[in-house]
């Protein structure tokens, strides 16, 4: 995603499983956007020109507007930002001709946009949306054989990448207590093209010259059928619907009486991912005929229609509830203790069939499942206003799954090295607890800051 107009950026850094879930085991990138001025009319606009050595032009605009709909009660930010890459790898025939030049260039726009209602003094809505669109040229990947920057792929790699995430937060101010809702929808539609040159034409000679196949001319010919292009058409769309809510209390204040604060809320998430694959050798089976005399199905086993050499469709299902929780104990205004969990439980299904030459192995359909608790511990302590000193323990964790398939008649072998007549189903979710100690400090009226920290990362199976 292209990010802009942003507040601030946090780096979490250690598992943050208790409030963030399993995809945080290794920590937490939270950015966070500018709000909504309910009474100042705004905008900000900027752009960016620049030449790139070997390749042309590119640009970058960018623009935000901000205003108040309604002063004081309601208002509407919008922002937008168009990319241009020019690209700086050229593409050259098997003869060393330039046919195409930047291949590798990209467009991308963007366009966010929010609206923040104060409905009542207790009662905020802010519905939200950011939506991208990418479209990819040409990868930049280069032949170390060529000149630099000069690549002669058979296979034009490019693409359209689709994002777009409406959401909707709700906030009521109970005065003990804010209560939030955040509800959200993702979509993405990514078709691409990719070379698989290597992996299907250059793998299949390989494979028929193993045998000791011959051609008519008698002798190893497989090198005709590597000769031969191997586009491969995938396609992803992506849907995921997210749901949490959470109680928060108000932040600690001395002079209340009151050492406690908490938060504790529940989450559900429901993500559907269904790719496809089309996998062809253009132009196979007419080399095929032409170089071995016979059908490719008297030697291989199986026809080849449309040169289509391997598809596949799969339906994958994740689903995740949490219910979470973390309190504090303020023992002094410099002394905090925290304690947290979080307790989720995952499910993950996949459903996919295939067909062509490459699908010998059958789809590894099946449910995984997991339940997790995710607890955290910390003490923290402020030396003075500048330097805070902690230590904390927490465990991390990520969701296991579902193996693709790995065909069996030509990759045996290799299954057989490893003990394995077939792909496992699928693998284990990975664990660890993270034990750390360390200080933060900010000195010189904040001209240095410095935090230093030791740990401990211990991982289970």
């Given at each position: 995603?292209?990010?802009?107009?942003?507040?601030?950026?946090?780096?979490?850094?250690?598992?943050?499983?208790?409030?963030?879930?399993?995809?945080?085991?290794?920590?937490?990138?939270?950015?966070?956007?500018?709000?909504?001025?309910?009474?100042?009319?705004?905008?900000?606009?900027?752009?960016?020109?620049?030449?790139?050595?070997?390749?042309?032009?590119?640009?970058?605009?960018?623009?935000?507007?901000?205003?108040?709909?309604?002063?004081?009660?309601?208002?509407?930010?919008?922002?937008?930002?168009?990319?241009?890459?020019?690209?700086?790898?050229?593409?050259?025939?098997?003869?060393?001709?330039?046919?195409?030049?930047?291949?590798?260039?990209?467009?991308?726009?963007?366009?966010?946009?929010?609206?923040?209602?104060?409905?009542?003094?207790?009662?905020?809505?802010?519905?939200?949306?950011?939506?991208?669109?990418?479209?990819?040229?040409?990868?930049?990947?280069?032949?170390?054989?060529?000149?630099?920057?000069?690549?002669?792929?058979?296979?034009?790699?490019?693409?359209?990448?689709?994002?777009?995430?409406?959401?909707?937060?709700?906030?009521?101010?109970?005065?003990?207590?804010?209560?939030?809702?955040?509800?959200?929808?993702?979509?993405?539609?990514?078709?691409?093209?990719?070379?698989?040159?290597?992996?299907?034409?250059?793998?299949?000679?390989?494979?028929?010259?193993?045998?000791?196949?011959?051609?008519?001319?008698?002798?190893?010919?497989?090198?005709?059928?590597?000769?031969?292009?191997?586009?491969?058409?995938?396609?992803?769309?992506?849907?995921?619907?997210?749901?949490?809510?959470?109680?928060?209390?108000?932040?600690?204040?001395?002079?209340?009486?009151?050492?406690?604060?908490?938060?504790?809320?529940?989450?559900?998430?429901?993500?559907?991912?269904?790719?496809?694959?089309?996998?062809?050798?253009?132009?196979?089976?007419?080399?095929?005929?032409?170089?071995?005399?016979?059908?490719?199905?008297?030697?291989?086993?199986?026809?080849?229609?449309?040169?289509?050499?391997?598809?596949?469709?799969?339906?994958?299902?994740?689903?995740?509830?949490?219910?979470?929780?973390?309190?504090?104990?303020?023992?002094?205004?410099?002394?905090?203790?925290?304690?947290?969990?979080?307790?989720?439980?995952?499910?993950?299904?996949?459903?996919?069939?295939?067909?062509?030459?490459?699908?010998?192995?059958?789809?590894?359909?099946?449910?995984?499942?997991?339940?997790?608790?995710?607890?955290?511990?910390?003490?923290?302590?402020?030396?003075?206003?500048?330097?805070?000193?902690?230590?904390?323990?927490?465990?991390?964790?990520?969701?296991?799954?579902?193996?693709?398939?790995?065909?069996?008649?030509?990759?045996?072998?290799?299954?057989?090295?490893?003990?394995?007549?077939?792909?496992?189903?699928?693998?284990?979710?990975?664990?660890?607890?993270?034990?750390?100690?360390?200080?933060?400090?900010r000195f010189f009226d904040n001209q240095l800051s410095v935090?230093?920290?030791?740990?401990?990362?211990?991982?289970?199976?």
């Amino acid at each position: 995603p292209q990010l802009f107009d942003l507040a601030q950026s946090e780096v979490l850094r250690g598992p943050q499983g208790t409030l963030y879930g399993a995809s945080s085991m290794g920590g937490t990138i939270r950015f966070v956007s500018n709000k909504v001025n309910l009474d100042d009319f705004e905008g900000t606009a900027s752009g960016e020109l620049s030449g790139t050595q070997d390749g042309g032009v590119n640009y970058k605009a960018k623009g935000v507007l901000n205003i108040p709909v309604v002063a004081g009660q309601m208002g509407l930010r919008v922002g937008f930002e168009t990319t241009q890459d020019s690209g700086f790898v050229d593409h050259a025939t098997l003869g060393g001709a330039i046919d195409r030049t930047g291949i590798n260039g990209y467009r991308s726009n963007v366009i966010k946009a929010s609206l923040l209602w104060d409905v009542t003094d207790a009662l905020t809505i802010t519905p939200a949306v950011f939506a991208q669109k990418t479209v990819i040229n040409d990868t930049g990947l280069v032949d170390f054989a060529t000149p630099n920057y000069i690549t002669t792929k058979l296979v034009q790699e490019g693409g359209n990448d689709t994002l777009a995430v409406p959401s909707i937060k709700v906030n009521y101010d109970f005065d003990w207590a804010d209560l939030t809702s955040v509800t959200s929808y993702a979509f993405r539609h990514f078709p691409r093209t990719t070379d698989g040159t290597f992996f299907n034409s250059v793998f299949v000679g390989g494979f028929i010259d193993g045998f000791g196949i011959t051609g008519v001319d008698g002798n190893l010919d497989g090198k005709n059928l590597a000769a031969l292009p191997g586009p491969v058409f995938n396609s992803l769309n992506t849907r995921q619907l997210t749901e949490e809510i959470r109680l928060v209390s108000k932040p600690y204040d001395p002079e209340s009486g009151n050492p406690f604060t908490w938060i504790a809320g529940l989450y559900y998430s429901d993500s559907k991912n269904f790719g496809t694959s089309a996998q062809y050798i253009p132009g196979f089976y007419s080399t095929f005929q032409r170089t071995y005399g016979v059908p490719a199905a008297d030697i291989l086993g199986t026809d080849i229609p449309n040169d289509l050499f391997f598809d596949f469709a799969t339906k994958l299902d994740d689903r995740e509830y949490a219910a979470f929780g973390e309190l504090s104990y303020n023992l002094t205004p410099e002394l905090k203790f925290t304690a947290g969990l979080r307790y989720l439980y995952g499910r993950s299904a996949l459903n996919g069939v295939q067909g062509g030459f490459f699908a010998s192995s059958p789809m590894q359909n099946g449910v995984t499942k997991a339940y997790a608790p995710t607890p955290k511990f910390s003490v923290t302590y402020d030396v003075n206003p500048n330097v805070t000193a902690y230590a904390t323990a927490g465990k991390g964790f990520r969701l296991g799954g579902i193996n693709g398939p790995v065909p069996v008649i030509q990759c045996g072998p290799d299954l057989a090295a490893f003990g394995l007549d077939s792909a496992p189903i699928g693998y284990a979710p990975d664990k660890l607890w993270n034990y750390e100690v360390g200080a933060k400090g900010r000195f010189f009226d904040n001209q240095l800051s410095v935090n230093s920290s030791a740990y401990d990362i211990e991982c289970s199976k």
